[in-house]
């Protein structure tokens, strides 16, 4: 199969191909997508078992917005990029040559493939490392990168090198280098050594973590094991050349790699059962082929959806390529799965629409999970990589971006974003504040449900309302909103503010394993919130590795239910966490 069977933006690459065509391809896409944050290309590349790049002529990749860089093997060492993929720092200031940071990298995917790293041609600094420098958003999975070290921060381009966020899962490095990083999640991985950390660095199942034992001074968090986890799904090539898709099974408890010691534990689809949908196609047609029994292959674009997708056989797989992108259109909820188990969606992104949509994904129907159980524990309906926008590219309004009513649901890196800037037209954060609805985040009814994983910012009210018992996150990051207008809009029942993380008062256990609450009010730094988490004071919640920082303006009072001090905005206290280390507190 070629790339435009799979639409006109996936390219797939051949190892005979010129290193010189191949890397003029990836020039071309980087220049046309570095700076396009808000814009509607969508692009996936993908490249067939081989070598690429030779020692004198290195492939060199440069990755930006809505772009995916995967390889096609069975295994990761089955593609070889002799060179490097990477993600500099983006310059926002007079034309591209000051205030250059990495705080917006959001939206691109490298996965499945190994990297030798080769900088040949480059200067000292950028040779010291395979750079990737990105915020939320971006994922990395099942990659080994050999040779050098990986910076997850750009040190070369001129400062300040801020980043904010990311995640690692599935795969193998040497040193890997944190620098300004302020919150990362690595799971399930095998690395080296770890360099760094700013005030939330997390880690599950990872062989090579640094220690807890020093924190905060050392601001880790480190499980020895993940306790659910399912490996996002992947295209590759069999040996007769055919296009599968490979699903991977969940795990509890694990510990290092999938595939380092053979194939990843899981079922193998062929393609041939997909529908390949492209953004012109119908969701009347979408949806009959999911009807028929057939699973769902987005390839990269955006897509206007109206009436919502329907996902009502369990071990539907819905993968997207490229950042596929679901709008919202008249109010609809553009995707909704019932109370099955084994559903997996992946790599998409949803975005909200000028019209109030009442939830964006909503998984299992509110309230039925209170029947007959049409779960399974060792089959939780999963989320891997996928996205939510309220606002950004084009004004947006959705009352919930994430509603899960089912049990058993595991959901595998998600960003949960309001967004706090875009090219919408707006004079200014209040007119933001009235027009970009986003009343929350997340709100979790079902049982049972974990999070590796999960980004929420911005919302304006609860950021995520955990409802349902025996929950389980393994790092949280939230921001709360910059745009209130006044301690009125930022106020409820007599409390002033949101928590950033809220578990009902009737719930009695819960989880949580390291989590941050930001606060930046530049609307109106005056404003005051009570707590950055609330939870009810009941034996079987525990909270492990918390903490509040300021980003220079507003303040968060205490880190939970009154307890620490406050994330304030005076001199010393900007960029400096709060941290509890426990609660309740031992």
């Known amino acids: 199969m070629e790339g435009r069977d799979l639409g006109p933006h996936v390219t797939i690459f051949d190892p005979g191909m010129p290193v010189s065509h191949i890397q003029a391809v990836l020039d071309a896409t980087y220049a046309r997508q570095v700076n396009n944050e808000m814009g509607t290309e969508r692009y996936a590349y993908f490249f067939r078992p081989g070598v690429y790049g030779t020692d004198t002529q290195p492939l060199q990749i440069k990755v930006g917005y809505y772009t995916e860089i995967a390889g096609l093997g069975a295994s990761p060492e089955d593609v070889v990029i002799n060179g490097k993929v990477e993600v500099y720092n983006r310059c926002l200031g007079e034309n591209g040559t000051s205030n250059c940071l990495a705080l917006v990298n959001f939206w691109r995917t490298l996965s499945n493939l190994t990297v030798n790293i080769n900088a040949r041609g480059q200067d000292g600094c950028r040779a010291s490392a395979n750079f990737w420098a990105v915020s939320q958003a971006v994922s990395v999975r099942r990659v080994a990168i050999n040779g050098g070290n990986l910076s997850l921060m750009d040190y070369c381009t ?160 819905i993968l997207g390529m490229g950042h596929a992108t679901l709008t919202a259109m008249n109010g609809s909820t553009p995707l909704q799965v019932a109370d099955v188990p084994g559903v997996i969606i992946a790599g998409v992104t949803i975005d909200a629409g000028s019209m109030l949509s009442p939830v964006l994904l909503q998984v299992g129907k509110k309230n039925g999970n209170k029947g007959a159980k049409k779960n399974d524990p060792a089959n939780p309906t999963t989320l891997s990589d996928v996205y939510f926008r309220v606002g ?74 955990w409802n349902g018992e025996n929950g389980l996150t393994v790092l949280y990051q939230n921001e709360l909103p910059y745009d209130p207008p006044t301690q009125d809009d930022w106020s409820h029942d007599g409390v002033l503010g949101w928590a950033g993380y809220k578990v009902a008062d009737h719930v009695q256990t819960h989880q949580l394993y390291g989590g941050g609450v930001y606060v930046f009010n530049q609307n109106n730094p005056s404003i005051r919130t009570e707590n950055g988490f609330e939870v009810p004071a009941a034996p079987g919640i525990r909270l492990h590795h918390i903490m509040t920082v300021n980003l220079s303006a507003g303040t968060i009072n205490h880190v939970v239910n009154g307890l620490g001090e406050a994330a304030t905005s005076e001199p010393g206290h900007i960029g400096v966490p709060v941290y509890l280390r426990d609660y309740p507190v031992r």
């Open 392 to 465: 950004g590219p084009h004004v947006g309004k959705a009352a919930t971006s994430l509603e899960i009513n089912s049990d058993n649901v595991l959901i595998d890196h998600t960003w949960v974003w309001r967004a706090d800037h875009g090219i919408e037209g707006f004079s200014g954060d209040t007119e933001r504040w009235n027009t970009n609805i986003g009343r929350n985040g997340v709100i979790i009814n079902g049982d049972n449900v974990t999070a590796t994983g999960l980004f929420v910012e911005h919302f304006q009210e609860y950021n995520t309302i």
């Open 158 to 317: 001129a400062g300040p090198q801020y980043a904010s966020g990311g995640f690692l899962a599935d795969s193998r490095a040497q040193t890997v280098i944190n620098g300004s990083q302020q919150q990362w999640l690595t799971r399930n991985s095998n690395i080296g050594a770890w360099s760094n950390g700013v005030w939330n660095q997390v880690f599950a199942g990872v062989i090579g973590a640094p220690s807890e034992a020093k924190f905060p001074t050392e601001p880790y968090t480190t499980l020895d094991t993940t306790p659910l986890s399912r490996e996002k799904p992947f295209l590759y090539l069999d040996a007769q050349g055919r296009y599968q898709v490979r699903v991977p099974s969940a795990q509890t408890n694990t510990r290092g790699t999938s595939w380092e010691n053979g194939i990843t534990p899981g079922r193998t689809v062929p393609l041939s059962e997909f529908f390949i949908a492209r953004p012109s196609d119908s969701i009347q047609v979408i949806n009959a082929q999911l009807a028929r029994g057939r699973n769902l292959l987005l390839t990269p674009g955006v897509y206007n959806v109206a009436q919502s997708i329907l996902v009502k056989r369990a071990d539907t797989v």
